[in-house]
């Protein structure tokens, strides 16, 4: 667990290619590319209603029978535990911000 201060909020919604790319960078160190060292101080959230999301360009391989359900599903759950997100499993219905 981070000792750091919260100084921000970082909310993410929905479970699409760019925020799947964001987490993953996120959770790499800068020596591997990444931007883990960039976020200290932030809280991160990913609200999502699937917490299995297709990656679309396998999805002809698998309906063609080439690919499992599972070969091409990624699972957020453990993304955002690599990232260190925290993971709400829900629709996002409004968005209200607090001034502050």
């Known amino acids: 667990m981070d000792d ?3 100084y921000s909020d970082l909310v993410l919604i929905g479970g699409g290619h760019a925020h799947i790319h ?6 790499m160190p800068m020596k591997e590319g ?12 990913l609200i999502t209603r699937d917490v299995l999301t297709p990656y679309s360009g396998m999805l ?4 063609s029978g080439h690919y499992t359900y599972s070969d091409v599903h990624i699972d957020l759950s453990n993304l955002c535990s690599f990232s260190g997100f925290r993971l709400i499993n829900a629709s996002a219905v409004g968005v209200t911000m607090e001034e502050g």
Do not use: A, D, F, H
Not at 22 to 27: A, I, R, V, W
Not at 60 to 63: A, H, K, S, T
């Open 34 to 45: 990444g931007y883990k060292e960039l976020v200290s101080g932030i809280r991160l959230t």
């Open 22 to 27: 964001l987490l993953k960078m996120l959770g």
């Open 60 to 63: 002809p391989g698998y309906v």
């Open 4 to 6: 750091n201060p919260l």
